[in-house]
T-cell receptor, first 110, second 110 residues
């Protein structure tokens, strides 16, 4: 079954520290993976997608098919990065459904 | 361009009552979906639609109905509200896997 797992409910770091939000998936086929972010009092929105291979707000994510992972990384966390982060997988073999993980709350302390 | 608009933002229902959560989008997206967001469970897909006149069940469809008579609108109906349906509900429209979310409806069933 297709599944997205984010093992950490809460990740707390200090400003300037590196951040890695973990995401593992199970999918039979070539996956399309995304990271979505929800800042306080704002809508859930796309942060980045693996096919774009871009850095957004200093965040990057590399798809590792061997480890079935898509971890989100940032070398130096900022307080404004505090938010809820969701990893998502587009399941082509299930009508293109977007399957989300459980979410990780990132708290960046001053 | 309003994007995805959900109404109402907040709602309190008594057990057994029915109601409809409204969702409208003005981006001409074919794909629309409804999710519920619960602590520790992430976003779970309730129902989705790949175009007008076509709907399908997601992960947690029981107790909910949908219809898609136009491209723009995708209402979610709670048939007989139960306390287990207390949650935050998000509507989303999609293009090429990128989802655009509404602001959410916080529903409490007492």
């Amino acid at each position: 079954a297709q599944r997205v797992t984010q093992p950490e409910k809460l990740l707390s770091v200090f400003k300037g520290a590196p951040v890695e939000l973990k995401c593992n998936y199970s999918y039979s086929g070539s996956p399309e993976l995304f990271w979505y972010v929800q800042y306080s009092r704002q809508r859930l929105q796309l942060l980045l997608r693996h096919i774009s291979r871009e850095s957004i707000k200093g965040f990057t994510a590399d798809l590792n098919k061997g480890e079935t992972s898509f971890h989100l990384k940032k070398p130096f966390a900022q307080e404004e990065d505090s938010a809820m982060y969701y990893c998502a997988l587009r399941a082509y073999n299930q009508g293109g459904k977007l399957i989300f993980g459980q979410g990780t709350e990132l708290s960046v302390k001053p | 361009n309003a994007g995805v608009t959900q109404t109402p933002k907040f709602q309190v229902l008594k057990t057994g009552q029915s109601m409809t959560l409204q969702c409208a989008q003005d981006m001409n997206h074919e794909y629309m979906s409804w999710y519920r967001q619960d602590p520790g469970m992430g976003l779970r897909l309730i129902h989705y639609s790949v175009g007008a006149g076509i709907t399908d069940q997601g992960e947690v469809p029981n107790g909910y109905n949908v219809s898609r008579s136009t491209t723009e609108d995708f209402p979610l109906r709670l048939l007989s509200a139960a306390p287990s349906q207390t949650s935050v509900y998000f509507c989303a429209s999609r293009i090429q896997g990128v989802a655009f979310f509404g602001q959410g409806t916080r529903l409490t069933v007492v």
